[in-house]
C-alpha cells in the first residue's frame, strides 16, 4: 500500500509557473512508477506525463511537453511536476499516480493523491 499526497497548488497567472510536490508513504516509492493526471470540470481525467521508477524515461502528453516537467527524489519518496508557462486551459486538479507498469492509462495506476487544485488566470 503507498500512500500519496500532493501539495503546491494554487492559483497563479498566465505564464507564471508552480510546482507541486507528491509525497509518498507506505511501500518504497522506488518500486513505482508515477504518473500526473488533472481533471478539469466537466471532463474526464487526462494524462499529463509520467516518470519510471528510476527517473530514466519521461512522457508527456503534446500540450505540456517543452512547459511541464517531471522528476522524482526517490530518497526523499517525493515526486515533483513543475509547471511553467502556465495557461488558462491548465486549470485543472492535478492529481498524482503509482504504478508497477509505466504508463498513460489511468486505470493503469493502483494509488492515487487526493489531487491538489491549480488555476491559471488570464
Known amino acids: 500500500q503507498v500512500q500519496l499526497v500532493e501539495s503546491g497548488g494554487g492559483l497563479v497567472q498566465a505564464g507564471g509557473s508552480l510546482r507541486l510536490s507528491c509525497a509518498a508513504i507506505g511501500r518504497t516509492f522506488s518500486s513505482y512508477a508515477m504518473g500526473w493526471f488533472r481533471q478539469a470540470p466537466g471532463k474526464e481525467r487526462e494524462f499529463v506525463g509520467a516518470?519510471?521508477?528510476?527517473?530514466?524515461?519521461?512522457y508527456y502528453t503534446d500540450s505540456v511537453k517543452g512547459r511541464f516537467t517531471i522528476s522524482r527524489d526517490n530518497a526523499k519518496n517525493t515526486g515533483y511536476l513543475q509547471m511553467n508557462s502556465l495557461k488558462p486551459e491548465d486549470t485543472a486538479v492535478y492529481y498524482c499516480a503509482a504504478s508497477t507498469v509505466y504508463g498513460m492509462t489511468p486505470s493503469g495506476y493502483a494509488y492515487w493523491g487526493q489531487g491538489t487544485q491549480v488555476t491559471v488566470s488570464s
Open positions: 516518470i519510471t521508477w528510476n527517473s530514466g524515461s519521461t
